[in-house]
């Protein structure tokens, strides 16, 4: 049974340009949520999707946006690259219910702003 | 606002003994807390979850963790540690009314010497 899968594992851009993000979630789950986890910090949530929809919204910019497909892979795209934006990102499946389920984690994309 | 707070940034033990790592959290109502682990370049590993019940609870490779609504605090323990814990581990706490949306703490780096 694999697990969430992401792609690219590492990734270098350069400010000003854009990038995308794709996820896998575990096998049965419907649900992914995204996270930013600059270096020597916690991960931050960016937003959620679940039934093609962004269910719930971190404190990000719109720069930063997404999309679910029906087969429930997510993608999270970046315009506009700031240098801050260097970090890693997470992706997180789960099963659509309560806050009780609990939610996988890929193994995420570096990515380097430069 | 939700929030959570590891007081110890950096942690070293020797091979063998105890650990006990501080969580402490800002919720209104009843949390649904989490501790993860994570190993360099990897992603995040859920350890153990409490939700409701017994407020000790046990997790995978001989974690455990109190939660004391008294202080909040949801600190996580190991009564013998291996080389191998040596990682970064996160505490994060979801609202019930969120689906997905884990507040993370800053981390904590175990160092374990031998």
């Known amino acids: 049974d694999a697990g969430v899968t992401q792609s690219p594992t590492h990734l270098i851009k350069t400010r000003g340009q854009q990038v995308t993000l794709r996820c896998s979630p575990k096998s049965g789950h419907d649900t992914v949520s995204w996270y930013q986890q600059a270096l020597g910090q916690g991960p931050q949530f960016i937003f959620q999707?679940?039934?093609?929809?962004?269910?719930q919204r971190g404190n990000f910019p719109d720069r930063f946006s997404g999309h679910q497909f029906p087969n429930y892979s997510s993608e999270l795209n970046v315009n506009a690259l700031l240098l801050g934006d260097s970090a890693l990102y997470l992706c997180?499946?789960?099963?659509?219910?309560?806050?009780?389920?609990?939610?996988?984690f890929g193994p995420g994309t570096r990515l380097l702003v430069l | 606002a939700q929030s959570v707070t590891q007081p110890d940034i950096h942690i070293t033990v020797s091979e063998g003994a105890s650990l006990e790592l501080r969580c402490n959290y800002s919720?209104?109502?009843?949390?649904?807390l989490f501790w993860y682990v994570q190993s360099p370049g990897q992603g995040l590993q859920l350890l153990l979850k409490?939700?409701?019940?017994?407020?000790l609870v046990q997790g995978i490779k001989g974690f455990e963790a109190e939660f004391k609504r008294s202080q909040s605090s949801f600190n996580l323990r190991k009564p013998s540690v291996h080389w191998s814990d040596a990682a970064e581990y996160f505490c994060a706490v979801a609202g019930s009314g969120n689906t997905g949306k884990l507040i993370f703490g800053q981390g904590t780096t175990l160092q374990v010497k031998p």
């Open positions: 919720y209104g109502a009843t949390p649904y």
């Open positions: 997180a499946s789960s099963f659509w219910g309560t806050a009780q389920e609990t939610q996988y």
């Open positions: 409490y939700f409701s019940g017994d407020t």
């Open positions: 999707y679940y039934e093609e929809e962004e269910r």
